[in-house]
């Protein structure tokens, strides 16, 4: 079985964790604000990911990690062996379009990751609707693939966009592991 880490950072108060237990289909935590102190690791596991036979199911470990910048000293521990982040940010605090960058160079920039393995969201919380059309971003992240989560209004549409992102970690995986094998027969 594959197994795959991913990793949610992004500012305080974005919504890591609530998205987290969404998609891990966790019920824990629900209810009041309680801060992440340091990270959170849930177990989720996909049967049939990649839609093939080989491989068929997998492991993610979803690491909801702390925005709280004092935590900033275990970020190479928490790092480690990643295969994927996904920046989790509120668009309608300007204060989170400018932390997301420093979040991109730390923890997409430095790994070295792909671009395809970096997922942006821009949470919306509970009855804030937002403006989903007029969001800038910087260079880089603007060419990074961007999802709006609104859990009340669209929380199969946010399901899915996370499985095409966790099918295309597979894939990069995969892809990895056929040319290891390779590289061993030759």
């Known amino acids: 079985m ?6 949610l950072v992004g500012p305080c108060e974005s919504g890591k964790t609530v998205l987290a237990n969404f998609v891990s289909e966790s019920i824990e935590g629900i209810g009041s604000y309680v801060p992440t102190q340091g990270v959170r690791i849930l177990e989720y596991e996909k049967p049939n990911l990649n839609g093939s ?6 492991r ?30 509120n668009p309608e605090l300007p204060s989170h379009l400018k932390e997301i960058e420093m979040w991109y160079s730390c923890f997409v ?26 969001l800038t971003l910087a260079s880089p992240l603007n060419t990074l693939k961007l999802i709006h989560s609104n859990l009340e209004e669209d929380p199969e549409d946010v399901r899915m966009e996370f499985v095409k992102y966790f099918r295309s970690i597979i894939n990069l995986l995969n892809e990895s592991r056929d040319r290891e094998e390779m590289s061993i027969i030759s």
């Open 53 to 58: 036979s080989k491989g068929a199911a997998c």
């Open 2 to 7: 594959l197994k795959a880490k991913v990793l």
């Open 109 to 134: 920039q430095q790994q070295p990751l792909q671009d395809s393995q970096c997922l942006l969201v821009a949470h919306h919380k509970p009855g804030h609707a937002g403006d989903t059309e007029n």
């Open 60 to 89: 993610f470990e979803l690491w909801d990690c702390s925005g709280d910048q004092k935590f900033e000293t275990c970020w190479p521990a928490l790092m480690k062996d990643s295969h994927g982040v996904v920046i989790v940010f």
